[in-house]
């Protein structure tokens, strides 16, 4: 395996009179990859992005990224990273071609307008770069924030709820965009509440809850181990018990016996492959529904049921 | 020491844009309230005061008005620069750049001193359309001026990273230097003040600036011009070091 791009081990942060924001968080992240950090509100994401990026001062811990020590050579590491956060913030009244043009400054970049053109013509503002930022809409802004989060050509960029607040089709876009940069070879580690934007978008899936990373797995082979099918099927007649025919099946009658339901699988097809031959046996048997039910749970399913099972754990 | 130029020169330049973007507040207005002071204690009230130490009063006054104009827009300037990226979060930018307090330093403490030498030049100019004045020493006047423009565009930046509102950001260049540089001998000689005042308008440090500004324009002064030169350089140092201190630790900067 090659070497990560970010390693943390260990970091925490104790905010002064305040909860323990992180614990202990270990994580790796690879080349090239879209890393979505999944969490519900409070639960150290935007910390944990603040301490790689700058913005926070961890408690304890080590962050490496590119090979460089956060604490000591910052300067080389910080160079190579891009945030895009999740307030809009910016000078409202910079042109988006000044602003975006600050940003490679700031950065240690000479100026090259070729590739703010280039940042701003993919991000569709370039026809906007003379107009104040205080006059576009809320995407635009958000467009604007990643053109300057980009503008000194970041390997590692931090997106932090990207979509938040955006409309559907906006969203949509904004995806395109998340994944035009991965083609172009940038490494993403984006945080959201929109499970269906890591569903759509991400290579794997951290869950952090409490400051804790809870798990951390390719998104495909999370569905595999944790997703599942379910089943209902509605019955013609009640039944008193399950047929033998049945006992290989993992089933439950309920409703009185009018109610059949299936809960197995793997989220990635296996579930329904037993439906069907499932339902097979209940023709066999003899036993006729008169509607089937079929359900896959999503990402957000396994979300839920994990920071469920924490809370109870707690 | 690592020193990225083009990440100074970028603020440097924003924080430039900005006062021109609001000239009228940063440069026209402060320009209009000092001129005001020349039309009405320099030509219309001095030209009945008698000369003081030998100096026409128009003239004796100007070093005074280009210090208190001097302090104020230097200190307000570097501290509203700092304080608004904090207040917008635009901060972020900043503090996840390559970026570290000597380019922080030169870009945003320059700017503020950079303006600061502007309104001198041109309250200066501005100056000379109601009295007739003379510099003495105008190189020690340059470096002089420089100096203090740089020491209030520091002490504006901590008062920047101090403020939590704006009304803390008003307070010190309102509450406290404006009425110490009026009571600092802009308007009158210290050594004119009757015992014990004469000793107690010394300690007030502003007017060991105001009286050294003054040496370099006449040649004479209320203190020593060492004294003043060496008052300005520790206030210099001393900031220097405050702000080298709140970027280690992050004081009010990284949460």
């Not at chain 1, 990207?162 to 995806?175: Q, S």
């Not at chain 2, 001097?70 to 608004?84: H, K, P, V, W």
């Not at chain 2, 922080?104 to 700017?111: D, E, H, I, P, R």
Request: charge should be neutral; glycine fraction near 10%; aromatic fraction near 8%.
């Amino acid at each position: 395996m090659t070497e990560p791009i970010l390693s943390i081990r260990g970091l925490t942060k104790t905010y002064r009179n305040g909860p323990r924001a992180l614990d202990s968080v270990d994580l790796d992240i690879r080349k090239g990859e879209i890393f979505a950090l999944l969490g519900p509100n409070g639960a150290g994401k935007t910390t944990l992005i603040g301490a790689v990026c700058g913005l926070v001062r961890p408690s304890g811990g080590t962050i490496h990224a590119f090979g460089h020590d956060l604490a000591r050579d910052w300067r080389r590491a910080r160079a190579r990273i891009g945030l895009v956060p999740q307030e809009l913030a910016t000078d409202m009244f910079e042109t988006v071609e000044r602003a975006v043009s600050y940003s490679q400054g700031l950065f240690g970049k000479p100026r090259n307008a070729a590739q703010i053109e280039d940042i701003l013509r993919s991000l569709s503002l370039w026809d906007k770069r003379d107009a104040q930022i205080r006059a576009l809409s809320g995407g635009m802004k958000r467009r604007v924030l990643i053109a300057k989060a980009l503008a000194h050509e970041p390997e590692l960029l931090f997106l932090d709820e990207p979509t938040a607040g955006v409309d559907v089709e906006l969203r949509k876009d904004m995806w395109q965009q998340i994944a035009a940069l991965k083609e172009r070879g940038v490494t993403i580690i984006l945080t959201t509440h929109y499970i269906e934007e890591a569903e759509e978008m991400a290579d794997r899936v951290g869950i952090i809850q409490r400051g804790r990373i809870r798990m951390v797995d390719e998104k495909r082979a999370m569905m595999e181990r944790l997703g599942t099918t379910e089943a209902v099927m509605e019955l013609a007649a009640p039944l008193a018990a399950l047929p033998p025919a049945l006992a290989g099946f993992a089933l439950e009658l309920s409703q009185g016996g009018t109610r059949l339901t299936y809960r197995g699988g793997n989220g990635e097809g296996r579930g329904r492959a037993e439906v069907a031959q499932l339902t097979q046996a209940l023709t066999r048997a003899g036993v006729e529904f008169t509607s089937l039910d079929i359900h896959d749970s999503s990402l957000e399913d396994i979300f839920v049921g994990l920071l469920g099972d924490a809370q109870e754990a707690a | 020491m690592h020193f990225n130029l083009r990440s100074a020169a970028a603020i440097y330049r924003r924080e430039m844009a900005r006062a021109f973007r609001t000239a009228f507040q940063s440069i026209l207005s402060p320009v209009l309230t000092t001129s005001l002071y020349f039309v009405v204690f320099g030509s219309v009230i001095g030209a009945r005061m008698e000369p003081v130490g030998g100096v026409p009063y128009g003239a004796f006054i100007i070093p005074g008005l280009l210090m208190l104009t001097l302090l104020g827009e230097t200190t307000s300037n570097a501290s509203f620069g700092i304080y608004m990226p904090r207040f917008t979060g635009t901060i972020y930018e900043l503090l996840s750049a390559p970026v570290g307090v000597a380019e922080t330093l030169a870009g945003f403490v320059g700017a503020a001193a950079t303006k600061g030498l502007i309104l001198a030049a041109i309250i200066l100019g501005t100056a000379r359309l109601f009295v007739d004045y003379e510099i003495a020493h105008p190189l020690l006047a340059a470096v002089y001026i420089m100096m203090v423009a740089a020491s209030f565009a520091l002490f504006g930046f901590i008062l920047g990273i101090w403020a939590d509102s704006f009304e803390k950001l008003g307070i010190i260049p309102m509450l406290i230097l404006t009425p110490l540089t009026f009571l600092g001998g802009t308007f009158y000689s210290i050594r004119d003040l009757p015992a014990p005042w004469d000793a107690i308008a010394l300690a007030n440090p502003i007017a060991f600036l105001v009286s050294g500004l003054r040496y370099s324009f006449y040649g004479t002064s209320d203190v020593p011009i060492a004294v003043s030169l060496g008052l300005t350089l520790g206030f210099l140092a001393t900031c220097t070091i405050i702000i080298a201190v709140i970027f280690r630790t992050g004081w009010r900067l990284r949460e």
